[in-house]
T-cell receptor
Framework: EAGVAQSPRYKIIEKRQSVAFWCNPI?????LYWYQQILGQGPKLLIQ????????DSQLPKDRFSAERLKGVDSTLKIQPAKLEDSAVYLC?????????????FGPGTRLTVL | DQQVKQNSPSLSVQEGRISILNCDYT??????FLWYKKYPAEGPTFLIS?????DKNEDGRFTVFLNKSAKHLSLHIVPSQPGDSAVYFC?????????????FGKGTKLSVKP
């Protein structure tokens, strides 16, 4: 089966600009996650969707970050305006909901550099 | 404050020997633990997991041990192979199994030398 797809793979912007990332989860996976991984750190959850509803967005900086999953499939994550500290790899993951113990499958990530 | 700690940023092991990667956690309410492996320019891939009701889980060359009283888990790879060279992340879940909010450590870079 095809894996989690993300685009773009790399993005360089200047601070105060806006940027958007796209994620297409594995077909049939109802749960989708966005993680931020800063260099030298582990991934940190930003937001979790179940179908098109938000399950957990407690760690999403809502003053500048937004995410949506309108039809319960693809998702976009937006940063507006970007700050230097937003430089990171943004990972999307998905999982099927058969039990609580199905693994999260990760995409390759989008590496964002804010200058 | 880090709830999941991997105190060794790197580890170098000879091919064929055992690799032991360690992870400590602070929150006694964590009920599920996972190890992910990450190659450069790729996303993390799931390796092995363990529920807090167990103390050992084995899958081929990979074994995870959990010591709840010490709040410590370890990943053993036997025998180590050059293809195992990657960054290994320990993660813990607070309810929800692997589907909940995973708290990751900073990772340990394993190098297996031929």
């Amino acid at each position: 089966e095809a894996g989690v797809a993300q685009s773009p793979r790399y993005k360089i912007i200047e601070k105060r600009q806006s940027v958007a990332f796209w994620c297409n989860p594995i077909s049939g996976h109802a749960t989708l996650y966005w993680y931020q991984q800063i260099l030298g750190q582990g991934p940190k959850l930003l937001i979790q969707f179940q179908n098109n509803g938000v399950v957990d967005d407690s760690q999403l900086p809502k003053d500048r970050f937004s995410a949506e999953r309108l039809k319960g499939v693809d998702s976009t994550l937006k940063i507006q305006p970007a700050k230097l500290e937003d430089s990171a790899v943004y990972l999307c993951a998905s999982t099927v909901v058969l039990s609580s113990y199905n693994e999260q499958f990760f995409g390759p990530g989008t590496r964002l550099t804010v200058l | 404050d880090q709830q999941v700690k991997q105190n060794s940023p790197s580890l170098s092991v000879q091919e064929g020997r055992i690799s032991i990667l360690n992870c400590d956690y602070t929150n006694s309410m964590f009920d599920y633990f996972l190890w992910y492996k990450k190659y450069p320019a790729e996303g993390p891939t799931f390796l092995i997991s363990i529920s807090s009701i167990k103390d050992k889980n084995e899958d081929g060359r990979f074994t995870v041990f959990l010591n709840k009283s010490a709040k410590h888990l370890s990943l053993h790879i036997v025998p180590s192979q050059p293809g195992d060279s990657a960054v290994y992340f320990c993660a813990a879940s607070l309810g929800g199994g692997s589907q909940g909010n995973l708290i990751f450590g900073k990772g340990t870079k394993l190098s297996v030398k031929p």
